[in-house]
């Protein structure tokens, strides 16, 4: 018994070790949003070079807060996002905001919520290393990426940062 209980150890740490990927970073910011700084950005993938979604996916996007932010709060942010960059329909928009409310979880200052795209457009989300789910949607994954790469991106800064664009 003590035998099989070692070995499912042994097994979990091996399959989250591998959950989230050793990506090389393409740049780093910090988003503030009048006097506060809300959440350090990372970006990353395997070359350590951000193209396209394409050809730079898997494409990874670390956020590490810098206060607590509940789900709801995150989720009508990613939303209003989305409205002002004018890409995606209502329909979809609200389709996708159901989907995120079974993925995402409150965040506490000093928790990393990251988002893996997947060449096929779905995401898969983590919080601090543990996958909490993916999104299937072929178009999910350009249009949440879009929040922080789009040139129209509210937060231009902060993208010049994450692309190391000079």
Known sequence: MLKQLSAAIVLLFTVNSYALPELKTVGEGTYRYLFWQLYDAR????????????QSSPLLLALTYKRDISKQQFIDATIDEWRKLGRSSEQQQQQWAGQLQSVWQDVKEGDTLSALLQADGSVIFY??????GTLTDAGFGSAFFD?????????????????AAQ
Not at 43 to 54: D, H, I, N, P, V
Not at 127 to 132: H, K, P, R
Not at 147 to 163: G, Y
């Open 43 to 54: 970006l990353a993938s395997e070359s350590g070079t951000f193209e396209s979604y394409r």
């Open 127 to 132: 919080l601090n290393g543990e996958e909490t």
């Open 147 to 163: 929040i922080w790469l789009h040139p129209d991106t509210s937060a231009p800064k902060l993208r010049r940062q994450l692309i």
